[in-house]
């Protein structure tokens, strides 16, 4: 997954990480728009249930004990910081240019973008 320079800093000024746009990348259903460009979003119907499987992924990797200490709280984090997101009102999103995989803007619906019912 390449990012742009203006994904970058939206990236920053968000603060989402690259793993946490690669699990939404992951989960997300992909919206085609016009112009060759994708939204990812996580719908509302399905929060409940990917929340409750990171949840389970994360008590799951708090018992394993071949992982180092340093991988395995930078991987804790990460997910803690996904299940942040999926919980919180305003769902994240990107947008992604399909025939490079390239993330071109991320951020969070407001109500007054959310135009789809999701």
């Known amino acids: 997954m390449k990012i742009t320079n203006h994904a970058e800093l939206r990236l920053a000024q968000r603060s989402f990480h690259e793993e946490e746009l690669k699990i939404l990348a992951a989960i997300g259903v ?8 994708s939204l990812s979003i996580v719908p509302k119907a ?25 991988e395995k709280k930078r991987v804790r984090k990460v997910l803690a910081r996904t299940i942040e997101r999926l919980s919180a009102k305003n769902q994240p999103y990107f947008v992604s240019y399909d025939e490079e995989d390239t993330v071109i803007t991320c ?12």
């Open 30 to 37: 992909v919206v085609e728009q016009k112009g060759g460009t």
């Open 107 to 118: 951020g969070h619906y407001t109500a007054r973008r959310l135009t789809r019912n999701h």
């Open 46 to 70: 399905e929060k409940a249930k990917w929340i409750g499987a990171i949840k389970e992924a994360l008590s799951m990797l708090c018992g394993l004990t071949n992982i180092p200490l340093q």
